[in-house]
């Protein structure tokens, strides 16, 4: 039933299923952001740990991707999707590889070519460690976007093939 209060006509005239859907999007792209921030700030600990100790960017770059990658599908699959018990392989861990292997391809790429670009500049090495690690986190930013709609869509959200044992209700 449809009631309009002060010529205002609310959005939904069913129990509010889909003003609280909406809500549950946004509490999940707000926990999704956060994961994100956790597995970059350690991605971040182990990118200047190398490119501080003489590494080149593509080995930092890479050695971080992968230590982000591992914490954010430990706690973007329980927290920010309900996901509980043991990983399906073919539905959850394979097309998570997929996904954020192309957000970290990018990355490394970008970081690469920054530190490519920056090299021949002759700059300090803390100028460079500054700016090969800006570019690292820019990028990270450029495609949290496209990978939390892909995991969203395709692995773990909305669109993901649903299994009892490895679903819990959000």
Known sequence: ???????????????????????RGWARLARAATTSVAATVLSQV????????GGAAALASTLAWAAGAVLNFLVTRRWV?????????RRELLPYLAVIGLGGLASIGLTTLAGSLLGPLDLPHFWWVVLVDGAYVASYALVFAVKFTLL???????????????????
């Open 46 to 53: 182990v990118l200047l740990a190398v490119l501080a100790t």
């Open 152 to 170: 969203d869509r395709l692995v773990f959200g909305r669109g993901a093939a649903r299994t009892p044992a490895t679903t819990s209700r959000s």
């Open 81 to 89: 999707w309900g996901r509980t018990g043991r990983p399906r392989v």
């Open 1 to 23: 039933m449809t009631t309009v209060t002060n010529g205002v006509q609310p959005r939904t005239t069913e129990a509010g299923a889909p003003d609280r859907s909406r809500r």
